[in-house]
């Protein structure tokens, strides 16, 4: 009998991972990642550009990663808005927010929490300006685009 129980015991925890893995990847889903490398891709190129061959890795580090925050948050919030046209168009009916596989809510706050992290980390850890023009950006991509 205590080998039923814990055979039960394991059939469960595995679908319990394998929601926890497929949240975590709709959540990804949403940072539209190949959209944000490239991004981080053409930031890397600027950076370099600009540091006129004396650049330093850590403070591109950090920029890449307040950038990266504000990305994700830009993408996710850009889903919340278009989520209506989302459900009518096939290309985009899969994705997350249309499909039902996470709430207006959460992507609203995983959009809001992203970005102004991003923003803080990049005024704290980069510069204000840096900062200023990233929350341009998602703001513009969010409500504009």
């Known amino acids: ?27 990804l889903e949403l940072t ?8 981080l891709f053409t930031v890397t190129v600027g950076y370099s550009l600009a540091g006129e061959g ?8 950090h920029a890449l ?12 919030l850009n889903q919340y808005a278009e989520r209506r046209t989302d459900e009518l168009m096939e290309r985009t009916a899969s994705r997350p927010l249309p499909a039902g596989r996470l709430l207006p809510i ?4 995983f959009g809001l ?8 980390y990049l005024a704290v850890a980069v510069n204000a ?12 991509y969010a409500l504009v685009y």
């Open 1 to 27: 009998m205590s080998t039923v129980k814990s055979t039960q015991a394991e059939h469960v925890a595995i679908p319990a991972r394998g929601a926890v893995a497929a949240r975590l990847a709709d959540y």
């Open 106 to 109: 959460e992507v609203l706050l």
């Open 65 to 76: 990663a307040g950038i990266a925050l504000v990305a994700a948050g830009s993408s996710a």
């Open 129 to 140: 300006l840096t900062a200023v023009l990233a929350a341009a950006t998602l703001l513009i």
């Open 54 to 61: 004396t650049w330093r890795l850590v403070p591109l580090l």
């Open 113 to 120: 929490i992203a970005g102004f992290v991003g923003c803080l």
């Open 32 to 39: 539209k990642p190949r959209i944000a490398m490239l991004a």
